[in-house]
């Protein structure tokens, strides 16, 4: 038929209505098949047919050795043998076109052939999911019915390809992938060809991660990988570029992604932290993992900057990085993040996410938790999320204020004071300047040790009774600050708390401060000269011996660090013709005072019965009356620092 271009398998009837017929007809690489063909001198119809394209399967070397590689059914035919062209169109919604080399199905309703080009022109007026497009549904098990939208599509017999457009995106695990010129290939394997310049908003529902610039391999419904860029945009809006080098799904089905940041690139967490590592994203979690250095970007050239080791989750509006117990840098180095007592003794210095000059030396103060920047005070801040968030809940706090250049620290400090069997507990605040190389301490500080406990009853008889000497209360906010680091037990603390705030002592006093001396208010300068905390003016005391006396004297604290030793001085001068006088060095208490019955206690004890006993290794100590001489010397050295 048609000058033997085609051949008929079947029946043709010649009557009134025209040449009619039935049966499998091939023409050129098509079969169609009808069972009521029309015949016209240079076309033919059929209102319902199917429609199939074979070749030559891949290495066959016999011509009869074909497979079909596209077939439809129920469509309606026009085939023009002048034009070459044959157009069909669906006959019910549930047609579909098979690729079976390309492993692919699709609800196409309209498609034009064109027989000298082996191509077939497929589109669509269906709308799925409110696009207008045919559904194009993978048939490969592997490939767990990967499935798009094509309004247009052009099959290639030559190539056994089918090259999809006007593409609006393709699902694939959690993700949404957007082709960036809408065009899609399926290869005669089945396999998608890679999609250039694509975006993907990852996943597709939150849309945490938009990737741009990408190209994407899709394997499965469930499968895929591939590359791009993210813009990372910090708390004021400043985007910056990452690319992301690998992009892929995890085991429960969500996109995940890796980069990696160098320090070329310049990266800033925000306009706090330089950054250099890896980032990594999974896309249910709003925020990406770094895992790399944080560098403060501080404005203080005596203290040194280095790369803190860290690996957390980042919110960009609300920068925390963690600091650990021990904070390493990424070379390798231990930091600190605190105030550095140098272990001769000569000076403080600050170590805020920097080295310690040597290792030996002695952490005054530090804190852990997590690194970041206020922008209202221009502070570094350094401390648990909840000190961070309400500081005045106790925990261990360390500020760098980046105008300034002032290292402010608060909680427990470690003095770096060995006293033997004297026990210390210091709490408060601590200032450093770099600029004047000078540290000042405001704190409450308790003392433990033995004398008789008449010495001690002579001296809280006088403070109680004596109505010149001014009160000190204890409803401060150092002091009340102080109790929760002191007090152990929550509620006691708690309790205690409010009863200083109330009435401005407490009612039942915590063990804590059953000791010695109780300082309610001390005001330490480091003197790098004397190599001492010294604290001059007037005193708080809170308690003595465990009673309560709440007042305010003159008087001078020094708390000296010797190579030989350490040592301190305590003098208390409730009024002048008052005094008392503490000296401690080498495992030795001695006391003097003004008050002779003071005196006379500590004389009335058995010189062999002065000194603790020791054991399990412990330190000596005795207690002896102090001399005049030393106390004298003491004070005109304090008056002459003032």
Same mark, same amino acid.
């Given at each position: 038929?048609?000058?033997?271009?085609?051949?008929?398998?079947?029946?043709?009837?010649?009557?009134?209505?025209?040449?009619?017929?039935?049966?499998?007809?091939?023409?050129?690489?098509?079969?169609?098949?009808?069972?009521?063909?029309?015949?016209?001198?240079?076309?033919?119809?059929?209102?319902?047919?199917?429609?199939?394209?074979?070749?030559?399967?891949?290495?066959?070397?016999?011509?009869?050795?074909?497979?079909?590689?596209?077939?439809?059914?129920?469509?309606?035919?026009?085939?023009?043998?002048?034009?070459?062209?044959?157009?069909?169109?669906?006959?019910?919604?549930?047609?579909?076109?098979?690729?079976?080399?390309?492993?692919?199905?699709?609800?196409?309703?309209?498609?034009?052939?064109?027989?000298?080009?082996?191509?077939?022109?497929?589109?669509?007026?269906?709308?799925?999911?409110?696009?207008?497009?045919?559904?194009?549904?993978?048939?490969?098990?592997?490939?767990?019915?990967?499935?798009?939208?094509?309004?247009?599509?052009?099959?290639?017999?030559?190539?056994?390809?089918?090259?999809?457009?006007?593409?609006?995106?393709?699902?694939?695990?959690?993700?949404?992938?957007?082709?960036?010129?809408?065009?899609?290939?399926?290869?005669?394997?089945?396999?998608?060809?890679?999609?250039?310049?694509?975006?993907?908003?990852?996943?597709?529902?939150?849309?945490?991660?938009?990737?741009?610039?990408?190209?994407?391999?899709?394997?499965?419904?469930?499968?895929?990988?591939?590359?791009?860029?993210?813009?990372?945009?910090?708390?004021?809006?400043?985007?910056?570029?990452?690319?992301?080098?690998?992009?892929?799904?995890?085991?429960?089905?969500?996109?995940?992604?890796?980069?990696?940041?160098?320090?070329?690139?310049?990266?800033?967490?925000?306009?706090?932290?330089?950054?250099?590592?890896?980032?990594?994203?999974?896309?249910?979690?709003?925020?990406?993992?770094?895992?790399?250095?944080?560098?403060?970007?501080?404005?203080?050239?005596?203290?040194?900057?280095?790369?803190?080791?860290?690996?957390?989750?980042?919110?960009?509006?609300?920068?925390?990085?963690?600091?650990?117990?021990?904070?390493?840098?990424?070379?390798?180095?231990?930091?600190?993040?605190?105030?550095?007592?140098?272990?001769?003794?000569?000076?403080?210095?600050?170590?805020?996410?920097?080295?310690?000059?040597?290792?030996?030396?002695?952490?005054?103060?530090?804190?852990?938790?997590?690194? @970041? %920047?206020?922008?209202?005070?221009?502070?570094? /801040?350094?401390?648990? !999320?909840? $000190?961070? *968030?309400?500081?005045? +809940?106790?925990?261990?706090?360390?500020?760098?204020?980046?105008?300034?250049?002032?290292?402010?620290?608060?909680?427990?400090?470690?003095?770096?004071?060995?006293?033997?069997?004297?026990?210390?507990?210091?709490?408060?605040?601590?200032?450093?300047?770099?600029?004047?190389?000078?540290?000042?301490?405001?704190?409450?500080?308790?003392?433990?040790?033995?004398?008789?406990?008449?010495?001690?009853?002579?001296?809280?008889?006088?403070?109680? @009774? %004596?109505?010149?000497?001014?009160?000190?209360? /204890?409803?401060?906010? !150092?002091? $009340?600050? *102080?109790?929760?680091? +002191?007090?152990?037990?929550?509620?006691?603390?708690?309790?205690?708390?409010?009863?200083?705030?109330?009435?401005?002592?407490?009612?039942?006093?915590?063990?804590?401060?059953?000791?010695?001396?109780?300082?309610?208010?001390?005001?330490?300068?480091?003197?790098?000269?004397?190599?001492?905390?010294?604290?001059?003016?007037?005193?708080?005391?809170?308690?003595?011996?465990?009673?309560?006396?709440?007042?305010?004297?003159?008087?001078?604290?020094?708390?000296?660090?010797?190579?030989?030793?350490?040592?301190?001085?305590?003098?208390?001068?409730?009024?002048?013709?008052?005094?008392?006088?503490?000296?401690?060095?080498?495992?030795?208490?001695?006391?003097?005072?003004?008050?002779?019955?003071?005196?006379?206690?500590?004389?009335?004890?058995?010189?062999?019965?002065?000194?603790?006993?020791?054991?399990?290794?412990?330190?000596?100590?005795?207690?002896?009356?102090?001399?005049?001489?030393?106390?004298?010397?003491?004070?005109?050295?304090?008056?002459?620092?003032?």
């Amino acid at each position: 038929m048609y000058k033997e271009e085609s051949k008929l398998k079947g029946t043709i009837q010649v009557g009134k209505a025209g040449v009619r017929g039935k049966g499998l007809m091939d023409l050129a690489s098509a079969e169609l098949e009808s069972k009521d063909f029309k015949f016209k001198k240079d076309d033919f119809k059929s209102d319902s047919l199917d429609f199939r394209l074979t070749s030559m399967k891949d290495g066959a070397a016999n011509k009869e050795d074909k497979e079909v590689a596209f077939s439809t059914t129920n469509v309606k035919a026009d085939v023009s043998m002048n034009s070459r062209e044959g157009r069909f169109k669906s006959n019910s919604k549930e047609s579909f076109v098979d690729f079976p080399i390309n492993k692919y199905i699709c609800y196409m309703d309209e498609m034009s052939w064109n027989m000298d080009k082996d191509e077939v022109d497929l589109n669509s007026t269906i709308k799925d999911i409110d696009l207008l497009g045919a559904k194009f549904v993978s048939t490969d098990p592997s490939q767990d019915s990967l499935t798009f939208i094509a309004a247009q599509a052009k099959f290639n017999l030559k190539d056994k390809t089918i090259n999809c457009s006007k593409v609006p995106f393709v699902d694939v695990a959690d993700a949404r992938v957007f082709p960036g010129d809408g065009k899609i290939k399926i290869e005669k394997s089945g396999r998608m060809e890679d999609i250039k310049n694509a975006k993907i908003d990852a996943n597709r529902d939150s849309k945490f991660y938009n990737i741009y610039n990408a190209n994407v391999s899709v394997f499965s419904r469930k499968g895929y990988s591939g590359n791009g860029m993210y813009d990372y945009v910090d708390e004021a809006g400043k985007k910056q570029p990452i690319t992301i080098s690998s992009i892929g799904v995890d085991a429960v089905g969500n996109t995940k992604g890796y980069g990696e940041i160098g320090e070329d690139a310049k990266f800033t967490i925000n306009s706090a932290f330089d950054y250099k590592g890896a980032i990594n994203f999974t896309a249910n979690i709003p925020n990406m993992t770094f895992t790399g250095g944080a560098r403060m970007k501080h404005a203080c050239d005596k203290l040194a900057k280095y790369w803190l080791k860290f690996s957390a989750v980042i919110d960009p509006k609300e920068v925390y990085i963690p600091v650990d117990t021990m904070p390493m840098s990424m070379e390798g180095d231990k930091l600190s993040a605190g105030l550095i007592l140098v272990k001769d003794s000569t000076h403080i210095y600050p170590a805020v996410i920097s080295k310690k000059f040597r290792p030996a030396d002695v952490d005054i103060i530090s804190a852990m938790g997590y690194l @970041t %920047y206020d922008n209202t005070s221009g502070e570094y /801040q350094i401390g648990s !999320k909840e $000190k961070l *968030a309400n500081n005045n +809940i106790p925990g261990q706090y360390i500020t760098l204020n980046n105008k300034t250049c002032n290292v402010f620290g608060e909680g427990v400090m470690n003095l770096g004071t060995d006293y033997g069997r004297v026990t210390t507990a210091v709490v408060g605040s601590v200032d450093n300047s770099m600029a004047t190389e000078k540290t000042t301490f405001d704190v409450v500080m308790t003392m433990d040790f033995f004398l008789p406990p008449d010495a001690w009853k002579q001296l809280t008889n006088l403070l109680v @009774t %004596y109505g010149s000497i001014p009160p000190a209360s /204890q409803n401060t906010e !150092k002091f $009340k600050k *102080a109790i929760p680091y +002191i007090v152990k037990d929550k509620k006691d603390a708690d309790r205690a708390v409010s009863e200083a705030g109330s009435g401005g002592a407490m009612k039942k006093i915590p063990d804590e401060f059953k000791k010695t001396i109780v300082f309610s208010d001390l005001t330490f300068e480091w003197n790098s000269t004397s190599r001492s905390y010294i604290s001059k003016g007037d005193l708080g005391v809170a308690y003595i011996g465990g009673e309560p006396v709440n007042k305010k004297m003159k008087g001078y604290v020094e708390l000296v660090k010797k190579r030989g030793g350490d040592v301190f001085h305590i003098y208390l001068e409730p009024d002048g013709s008052n005094w008392y006088y503490f000296y401690y060095a080498a495992g030795e208490m001695q006391a003097l005072s003004g008050a002779a019955a003071f005196n006379d206690v500590l004389k009335g004890v058995d010189p062999e019965k002065r000194a603790l006993d020791t054991k399990n290794g412990e330190k000596p100590y005795r207690f002896n009356l102090g001399t005049d001489r030393k106390k004298k010397d003491f004070i005109n050295r304090m008056q002459g620092l003032e």
